[in-house]
């Protein structure tokens, strides 16, 4: 558009002037971004993943389902990330338990949850026959795998900033993803003034600033960035109500990056700053709450939630319900076992996407599609509370 204004007030210009006419200047044609070459092959259904991926696998007799003779997982069974590699592991042996289909053998191996570890398992996975990778998940332990793959395909569950490696596809629950979609939500509601209240924390952080981000190229506008309120109490010992910014009653909506338990006192102080009539919104982490029988606080908030922990479909027909008894299922962890049983489903279905990148898998944790970059990307359903409980908000 600046170029467009550029040739046309030169156009104006020439036209107005004394002296001779002459043809407006062109600008140089702007180099293509990154950004640029991945949009032109999402809009051609392209992907730049190896077509060799998985010749050597055996044939299935399905279109949409191809699994390896030998399957490798690589997970930290011991150090600090082995809380959530057990609980990916649950998910993903949920989801290989409800397939009826021939399935590979499968093999689980310790990274320790470091580098070394890492590179290590892999190794040891690649001469033991394997004919695909899933894992490892620590940053640490997907960058050392991400430059040593080469010869089977690797799904990576982590983020890798800049995929390079053709036999690499990634796979994570990014935060960045949550903020894009909630943005997207708002601006198509015509909601364009927000008031953000957020709890600290890695997470929220990277999902605010992608939301902003998101929402203000759309033509969206954060009014206000403040910290969930807290109520309190004055000398005497009585109760003091938190005062919001002036800004949160002219907002059109307020979006709460918080878990239930902050939630419920932030959505109380909206009421009492005459915001009760906004519309509020909210991350995946709303409905983590130690106090299930206050959740009718909450309800009319929407949010994003994965499939797997408000009842809806995928593609194996399982849900977190099945996996309740488990340690890995209790609180954080049953998204890390929606996570698990995703990567179960990926590693199986690659058909599907190395013949049309832009069809969508039903996922434990969202509609899942695959990026011309190897990345595979989640769009998440909106749910909402009422009598405080979570529902699909369009119906079960």
């Known amino acids: 558009m600046r170029a467009l204004t550029a040739a046309?007030?030169?156009c104006v210009l020439t036209a107005c002037s004394t002296g001779p006419t002459r043809a407006p200047v062109s600008d140089t044609p702007k180099a293509q971004t990154p950004a640029d070459a991945l949009a032109q092959a999402r809009a051609k259904n392209?992907?730049?993943?190896?077509?060799?991926?998985?010749?050597?696998?055996?044939e299935s007799g399905a279109a949409d389902y191809r699994p390896p003779s030998k399957l490798a997982v690589l997970l930290p069974q011991s150090?600090?990330?082995?809380?959530?590699g057990n609980a990916i592991r649950d998910g993903l042996l949920s989801a290989y338990y409800a397939e009826t289909r021939s399935k590979p053998g499968i093999r689980f191996y310790d990274t320790q949850g470091n580098a070394a570890g890492a590179k290590a398992a892999y190794d040891r996975a690649v001469k033991e026959g394997a004919q695909m990778i899933i894992g490892?998940?620590?940053?640490?332990e997907v960058a050392a795998i991400h430059d040593a793959a080469g010869t089977i395909p690797v799904l990576a569950l982590n983020r890798i900033e800049t995929p390079s490696n053709r036999h690499v596809l990634n796979f994570s629950?990014?935060?960045?993803?949550?903020?894009?979609?909630?943005?997207?939500r708002l601006l198509g509601k015509g909601l364009l003034q927000t008031a953000v209240f957020s709890q600290g924390s890695d997470s929220n952080s990277r999902m605010l600033a992608t939301f902003e981000k998101r929402y203000q190229a759309g033509g969206g506008s954060v009014l206000l960035k403040a910290p969930a309120p807290v109520f309190g109490k004055d000398a005497a010992g009585a109760a003091v109500n938190p005062v919001l910014p002036e800004a949160t009653a002219q907002a059109k909506a307020v979006l709460l990056l918080m878990n239930g338990d902050a939630a419920k006192p932030t959505r109380a102080a909206l009421a009492l700053n005459g915001a009760a009539g906004i519309p509020v919104f909210a991350g995946t982490d709303i409905t983590e709450s130690s106090d299930a029988k206050t959740n009718t606080q909450l309800d009319g908030i929407e949010f994003l939630q994965m499939p797997w922990l408000v009842n809806r479909g995928n593609s194996l027909n399982i849900s977190a319900a099945q996996l309740l008894k488990l340690p890995s299922a209790r609180g954080p962890g049953a998204k890390l076992n929606a996570f698990g049983?995703?990567?179960w489903l990926i590693a199986t279905r690659l058909p599907v996407w190395l013949a049309s990148p832009n069809s969508e898998i039903a996922g434990a944790t969202g509609s899942l599609h695959l990026e011309p970059d190897g990345r595979i990307e989640r769009t998440l359903p909106w749910s909402v509370f009422r009598a405080g409980v979570p529902q699909a908000l369009n119906g079960p």
């Open 46 to 58: 392209q992907h730049w993943l190896d077509p060799a991926l998985i010749t050597a696998f055996p």
């Open 79 to 84: 150090g600090n990330l082995a809380v959530a």
């Open 8 to 10: 046309a007030v030169l």
């Open 341 to 343: 049983a995703d990567a």
């Open 136 to 140: 490892p998940i620590g940053k640490d």
């Open 173 to 184: 629950l990014s935060p960045e993803r949550e903020g894009e979609i909630i943005a997207e």
